[in-house]
């Protein structure tokens, strides 16, 4: 009796001493927060993901995912000393994530999923080293480990067709809140028309390119989805996916992102040149119809004005790119041309060499000429590496999947494109839809390409053993590696 009265007392100290120590830990924390509410609510938000870890990895990434594409503005106002906040946390989770995953199970991981970012992040890695502003160049090298972090863990997640799918499934949900958000602020906008030049939609997303580009990538998905799964569905399905498809592909309009309007464009072409050729009539009619609308039809021909520098003069947006593009190289002294100039020093040099920069740090608005800048030949061939290693894994796929193949490889292409003239490496929330994506598909590829080898032995040990003969021996056969 005695003994249980002292267990009882022991418990209900600890949960005392528990309590007070949260108690003071709270208070410290508003304290360290300097009394933001944002941050305040934002802890037991953080609490939960801890609790989750703990639970099951596996729902805590997709909740992650799940959520990531509406967080941007919220997590702007969570930052605090030093520029860090609740959106560091999470990255920072995330790419833990992906270290517990690969230490559970090191065999999930094949070599050529490393050898595919390994150049990348060693090439980064030291560039970091000699970058003139060395705090900002590890968070740009932790946003890379990031990207390789939802890559990796693609792997161990999606591990069958049905896995494949849920992933999609996920990619697509995400979108729910970042377009009702979109809607809402086009409903209530009340600076003018929306189809003015001065308006650029933006959602949940602290660009409206970020916002352009992860539609791209929902509209592609959506897109496949209804000419696979869904391909039988009942109709109130496929007309509800359509009806989300519409809204998204006016969303993107009302970005006026170019280049993401130019890679829509190219994912419906190369559908109709490989599977339907109705779909090339269809685009012939579509941009007749997308330059009825203002801003459509300004944005475009805005590329035919200011393209000379003036001193009086204004350029467009492509000729003022240009321009930072050439005094950049022209500035880079030549033995610099190897190694670069180190992570971040872009934006670190531009006062120096751009004569229009006013002060203001510009990116390179363009993922080559960054890249260049800041790691040199280098750095571009490790990159070069990199996309052609998952050219060819993705390629593996083709067999078993020719849409989705061939759909994947397109958004590769395509991100090569947005590259050229935007700042990429910056847009981490849509680089985590992407590379999960990226991951997913390759995945499925090299299982696919395992599965045809392992077909190929048996096919081979049945044909040259005789079953009378050689009946207790055995015909097993393993998985070969990948």
């Given at each position: ?223 496949y989805r209804l000419k696979t799964s869904f391909v039988d569905a009942p109709f109130y399905k496929c007309a509800a996916l359509w009806f989300w498809m519409a809204l998204m592909l006016g969303l993107l309009l009302l970005t006026q992102t170019r280049s993401a ?28 119809l997308a330059l009825l609308v203002p801003s459509v039809r300004d944005r475009l021909l805005d590329l035919g004005q200011g393209n000379e520098v003036g001193r009086y003069s204004e350029l467009n947006s492509f000729a003022w790119r240009q321009l930072l593009w ?157």
């Amino acid at each position: 009796m005695n003994s249980m009265n002292a267990k009882a007392l022991l418990a209900g100290l600890a949960v005392v001493m528990t309590g007070l120590l949260a108690g003071l830990g709270a208070v410290g924390f508003v304290d360290v927060v300097d009394g933001k509410l944002a941050l305040i609510t934002a802890l037991p938000f953080v609490l939960a993901l801890g609790m989750l870890l703990v639970l099951d990895k596996r729902k805590l990434f997709f909740l992650i995912l799940l959520f990531r594409a509406s967080g941007d503005l919220v997590l702007e106002t969570t930052r605090f000393g030093g520029g860090m906040g609740v959106g560091g946390l999470i990255n920072a989770l995330v790419i833990l994530l992906a270290l517990m995953f690969i230490f559970e199970r090191p065999s999930g991981l094949s070599k050529r999923a490393m050898s595919i970012w390994g150049p990348v992040l060693a090439v980064a890695f030291a560039a970091m080293f000699y970058s003139p502003e060395f705090k900002d160049a590890i968070r740009v090298f932790l946003a890379l480990v990031s990207y390789m972090a939802v890559f990796v863990i693609a792997f161990y997640v999606v591990r069958s067709k049905e896995d494949f799918e849920f992933a999609i499934t996920i990619i697509l949900l995400s979108s729910l809140i970042p377009v009702i958000y979109a809607l809402f602020v086009v409903a209530t906008y009340s600076g003018g028309s929306i189809f003015s030049d001065t308006f650029r939609l933006r959602g949940t997303f602290s660009h409206p390119n970020i916002l352009a580009f992860y539609l791209v990538i929902n509209v592609s998905l959506i897109f496949y989805r209804l000419k696979t799964s869904f391909v039988d569905a009942p109709f109130y399905k496929c007309a509800a996916l359509w009806f989300w498809m519409a809204l998204m592909l006016g969303l993107l309009l009302l970005t006026q992102t170019r280049s993401a309007w130019a890679a829509m464009f190219v994912i419906f072409a190369v559908y109709g040149v490989f599977f339907q050729q109705r779909y090339l009539l269809y685009l012939v009619l579509a941009p007749l119809l997308a330059l009825l609308v203002p801003s459509v039809r300004d944005r475009l021909l805005d590329l035919g004005q200011g393209n000379e520098v003036g001193r009086y003069s204004e350029l467009n947006s492509f000729a003022w790119r240009q321009l930072l593009w050439k005094t950049a190289m022209d500035w880079m002294a030549i033995s610099k041309s190897v190694f670069g100039y180190g992570l971040n020093s872009f934006k670190h040099y531009s006062p120096i060499f751009f004569p229009l920069a006013g002060g203001t740090h510009w990116g390179a608005h363009s993922t080559y000429v960054q890249w260049f800048f800041e790691t040199g030949v280098v750095g571009v061939l490790a990159s070069a590496w990199m996309y052609v290693r998952l050219f060819f894994t993705l390629k593996l796929g083709i067999k078993e999947n020719r849409l989705s193949t061939i759909i994947v490889i397109t958004l590769l292409i395509e991100y090569l494109f947005f590259a050229f003239s935007d700042n990429m490496l910056d847009y981490l929330a849509f680089n985590w839809y992407y590379w999960f994506f990226i991951g997913a598909a390759c995945a499925m590829a090299m299982r696919s390409r395992a599965a045809q080898a392992l077909t190929r032995q048996y096919e081979q040990g049945w044909s040259v053993h005789e079953p009378d003969h050689n009946f207790l021996k055995s015909n097993r056969r393993h998985e070969p590696r990948y």
